[in-house]
């Protein structure tokens, strides 16, 4: 069962397999065991879909965004975010031109394709309000204009996990915007090695980045892909699947609060994204396996007698994955 009446073609499926292995290998100049990550991010740009990044600093969030950037063909800006900012710091505002005798809209950072959102929980909850609705809406309404931002608009955000001085929690119906929930962790002994290597070698990531990444799409190929992604094959049991992982949040032990209708949502969507990944033109279980604990984590909160246990979202949320029956034999 399908919920588009076009299946992509081989062709189209081989292409975009081509496309997505010449990303990953731009990438992987830049970017030494953080597979996780680098797939979360190509996965939710074919989804269509932002990403919260939980991170300490110094990992390279930033590099990350301009990597992706760069590879994808897309304009990417950076908004700092700090406790004085204004929502019109991020949308623009209108400025009386004197020349002109009229209020002329200068546009702010957030119209651009790729946004790095960057320590977004410093900023106070309206100045959150106005990111998030941009992200939800793609388009900024300032004294009844509309101004649409250019497709494809995707924010990934970034929180640090440590400091909570000086910091805003991002509420609920919030967080449930972003697609995803990535962790950015340290890398391991002999990726840390390799990364100082480079260094030592002269070759820093901004010089990198800037001489050797190539970029391989541009943002027709960005939308090609998402359009392919969104035609893939889901079987029925899947959408039940999905179903039965979203329902078990919802009372499930060590869980105070369970995931909304748009958990099934995006995880439907990053599935396909998966599939895609993989040149597939249907979704399978593994898919949804795969992508489900980056879909749930930040839409369930943990209940306080599994915080005093000592108990982690993820741990939670593996168990319940694994408690749910997998289809079998599902295919296109």
Known sequence: MTHDSQTPSTEELERAAQQLTACRNELSKLFIGQKDLVDGVLRAVLAGGHVLVESVP???????????????GLNTNRIQFTPDLMPADITGSHVFDLAERKFVFHRGPIFT?????????RAPAKTHAALLEVMQERQVTLDGRHHALSPPFLVMATQNPIEN????????????RFLFKLEMSYPGEMDEQRILGLHLSGSSPERILSEEVQTVLNTEDV???????????VDHSIVVYITSIVRRTRGYPGLFMGASPRAGIAMLAAGRAAALTYGRSYV????????????LRHRVILSPEAEVEGKHVDGVLKELIKSVEVPRGTRG
């Open 113 to 121: 394709q790729f946004l790095l959102a960057d320590e977004i929980n």
């Open 165 to 176: 001085e000086g910091t805003y929690a991002l509420p609920e119906a919030q967080l449930d």
């Open 223 to 233: 939308i090609g892909l998402q359009q392919i992604a969104s035609r893939l094959t």
């Open 58 to 72: 110094g990992l390279g969030k930033t590099l990350l965004v301009k990597a992706v950037g760069k590879i994808l």
């Open 284 to 295: 399978t279980p593994d898919d949804i396996a795969e992508v489900a604990l980056a879909a």
